[in-house]
C-alpha cells in the first residue's frame, strides 16, 4: 500500500512576550543564584507572559509570522492545529481564536496536548498526518505555552526553567521524493507521573506546581530519547552524521550536548537558544528552528532531525527535508 | 496523486456514570420544570459524574468496550485519541493515563479538543487521518465530557441539558474501497462567543457556565448542518436516502427531527438517545453510535452519515461504510 505525497515545512515563526526576567530577577523569589541555574540549565533569562498576553495572543504573534514566511495567504490555509497545555478558555479551543483573528476562513482548527514539551514533535506529526493534496493543502501548526501566570515562584525544582513563548510552521503538500523521511514517537504512561502538573482537572487536585521527577527524566532523555532518534536514522537508511541539523526541546543545555555526544555528532550541528528563553515548553523547539532557519543555520534541501520529548512520558523525533 | 488505503470502523463502546438525576431532581436546583425541558430539548434525565468518576475513567469504561467489541488486544493499538474540553490534570494528557491502564504500551497518545460537542467528528477525522498500514494500522478515539462537576446548577440555560458520558471506537485500516466515503469539515472562529465556557485558561475569567446565544446555534444547526451533509453527498455522489443510518449530536431532539425533515429521510434512519442521556458533549454522538451498532440498527456495509457541531463554532460530517 503507497500514499503519493508527503509534507514539507514552507515556513517558520516565533513570538515571546516582551518582559525578561533574569536569573538575578529570580534569586529574590526564590532560594536558588544566577551561578546554579546556568551551571544546571544553561538559562540566564527568560520571557513572562504579562496580563495581556494569552496562548491566542502568543499564538497568533508566532503564526503571523510563519504564514509571511510561507509567503501564503491566511485563506489558504486549511487547517490550524495548536498544541498547549493552556488555553484562554475551557471551550471552544484556543485554536478557533486564532483562526479568526487570522482570517483564515477555510480552516479547520483544534488544540491538542501531550503534556507541554512533547507537543511540537506530535502537533507536526498530526499536521503531517493531515496533510494530502485534496482538502488539507496547507496546515498551521503552533506550539505556545504560558507557564508564568499559573506557577509558585518560590517553587525552585521547576519555576526556575518554566518560560512563556510561541512557535509556529506552516507546513505543505509536496512531491514523495520531498518531505518526511521517517519518525519514531513513543508513550510511556506507566511513567505519567514523572512529570505532571496535578491541577485544572476532574482530579479536583490544585497545583502551582509542576512536579518533576528530575532523576527519571534525565535518565529517560539519555536512554529513550537517542534511542528513538537511532530507529528515525534505521528507517532511513542514514547516520548520525547524514543528518545536516538537529533541533531539540530547549529543557536543558546539558542534555542536549549529552544526546550530540552520544550520537558522535559535532555540537556545531545544533542550535541551543535556552540561555535567553528558559523552557518554553512545546514552544521551545519550534522556537529554536525558527532562529535556526532566518540565520541560515538551515538551508533548503538540509536534512533535519526534530527531536521533542518530556510530560506523558512521551517523546517524538521526525527527519524531515528542508 | 493517490493514497491506496483508507479506514473503518472495528469496534465501537461507550459508558456513562451510574448516578442518574431526573428532570424532576433538576427542578429541585433551578427554576424549571420536566415538560419544559422535555419541549424543548427531549431531555427525561441524564447521567452525572459521582465523586470518583474522571475524564479517564470514563474514557476506560468506553476503551474497554470498543477495544472487547473490536475483538483486538490493548497492544496492537497504535494510537489513542482523547477528545474533551475537560482532563484528569493539566499535564499529562488525560489520554497518557488511558494508555497505561488499557496497557496500550504501543499506543502513542494525545488529547484534543474544538469545542466540546463537535470533538467525536474531529476525533474521528483526526484518527482516520492518523490511519495507516504502516505504523498507525488500529486507532483507538474516545470522547468524553464531564460537565456537572463545575457547573453552577442555579443557571438553567445550560445546565438544564448538560451531562457526563463516553464513547468510543476503534479504527483499523482497511482497502480503499471500503471505509471511508466523504467529509466535510468546517470551523467559524468568529461566532466562538455564541457557545463558550470563558474559564479555566490565560485569560482570567473564572464562570461555572456554558455560556449559549440559543437562537444563533439553533439557526446554526438548521443551516450550515444541513448544507455540511449535502456537500458529502454531492462528493460520494450519493443523495439522501442512499445513506442507511443517520447519527447526529444528541443536543436536541428538534434540530435532530428538522435535519432530517430538511433533508427529506425518514425519522426511521437515525437513533436518538438524549431522553436517557442528556447532552454529554462529544461522546453523545458516540455514544448513539455505539448504542445504534449493538441494537441492530447499524450492519455491516451500510452507509453511515456522522455529524457532529457545535462550540467552535464548528462542525463536521463524515460518511463511512461499516
Redesign the interface.
Known sequence: ?????SAKIIGTGSYVPQQILTNKDLEIRMDTTDEWIQTKYGIKQRHV?GSN???SSLSIGAAKRAIEDADIAAENLDLIILAS?????????????????LGA?N??????????CPNSA?ALL?GI??I??F??KNVLVICTE?YT?FIDWSYRNTACFLADGSGAVVLQCCEKKEGILG?D??????M?KS???????????ISDN?EMDGKAVWEFGHTIVPESIRNVFDQANLQANDIDFYIYHQANVNIIRNIMDILKVPQSKTHINNDRFGNTGGASSLIALDEACRQGMIKKGDKIMFVAYG????W?SILFQM
Request: with cysteine.
Open positions: 500500500m503507497s500514499q503519493s505525497w507572559a498576553d494569552n496562548i497545555i493552556n488555553r484562554d478558555v475551557k471551550a471552544p479551543a484556543t485554536a478557533c481564536f486564532v483562526q479568526a483573528e476562513t480552516a479547520i482548527a483544534f488544540d491538542m496536548n501531550v503534556g507541554g506530535y498530526t498526518k493531515y494530502d493534496p482538502r488539507f504560558i501566570k519518525y514517537f513513543g508513550v510511556n504512561g506507566t505519567a512529570a505532571w502538573w496535578p491541577t485544572g482537572g476532574t482530579l479536583g487536585t509542576v510530560a506523558g512520558l512521551a517524538g
